[in-house]
């Protein structure tokens, strides 16, 4: 059972371009999370997403940044426009839903998308 | 707030030592709590969490955990250090997002 896939693993884009982050959640989990870590910062939420459905996006920036979550592939985060406060690695989480309690789910992560601006 | 608060940025132990990472939360209902290992490069790896029940918990790589309510702390702990261990720790609550303490970064001297 493969684990949470992220790709790329590395970015890197010039001021002003876009940056396509990819996330494939493990295989039966149906909740998304993206989460980005500015250096020397501890990961900070961004969004959580269900399949078609964006559930909670109070941590993302107002502007340049959305997420999806599409009924087939994978869960996509896009930043327009670059700048260089947007380097950081993005991490992306999944977790299977439980009927018991939605806040008990363990949240599987990938192993990051690590952004650089030039 | 719900907040997570790691008051350790850096801390170093012998290889062999016992270790402590102190993590401190504030929630209004009752909290879920995770500890998380990050090695440099890497995405996070879960080391154990607690829902209710048992306030000590036992995780993976020897580090248990143990929750107290009255001090609303959640301080992981491991008996003897391996310099494997040297890696960034977080500790992190559930409330249907992860809020993440600041994270402490372990180094293991020989």
């Known amino acids: 059972n493969a684990g949470v896939m992220q790709n790329p693993r590395h970015l890197v884009r010039r001021r002003g371009q876009e940056a396509r982050l990819r996330c494939s959640p493990m295989k039966g989990h149906s909740h998304v999370y993206w989460y980005r870590q500015l250096p020397e910062e501890g990961l900070k939420f961004m969004v959580y997403l269900q399949k078609e459905n964006i559930i909670d996006e109070s941590g993302m920036p107002k502007e340049r940044f959305s997420a999806e979550f599409p009924k087939e592939g994978p869960s996509i985060l896009r930043i327009q426009q670059v700048v260089r406060g947007d380097s950081a690695a993005y991490f992306c989480?999944?977790?299977?839903?439980?009927?018991?309690?939605?806040?008990?789910?363990?949240?599987?992560f990938g192993p990051g998308t690590r952004l650089t601006v030039l | 707030a719900q907040s997570v608060t790691q008051p350790d940025i850096h801390i170093t132990v012998s290889e062999g030592a016992s270790l402590e990472l102190r993590c401190n939360y504030s929630?209004?209902?009752?909290?879920?709590l995770f500890w998380y290992v990050q090695s440099p490069g890497q995405g996070l790896q879960l080391l154990l969490k607690?829902?209710?029940?048992?306030?000590l918990v036992q995780g993976i790589k020897g580090f248990e955990a143990e929750f107290k309510r009255s001090q609303s702390s959640f301080n992981l702990r491991k008996p003897s250090v391996h310099w494997s261990d040297a890696a960034e720790y977080f500790c992190?609550?559930?409330?249907?997002?992860?809020?993440f303490g600041q994270g402490t970064t372990l180094q293991v001297k020989p």
């Open positions: 989480a999944s977790s299977p839903w439980l009927v018991t309690s939605e806040f008990a789910n363990e949240q599987f």
């Open positions: 929630y209004g209902a009752t909290p879920y």
């Open positions: 992190a609550g559930n409330t249907g997002k992860l809020i």
């Open positions: 607690y829902f209710s029940g048992d306030t």
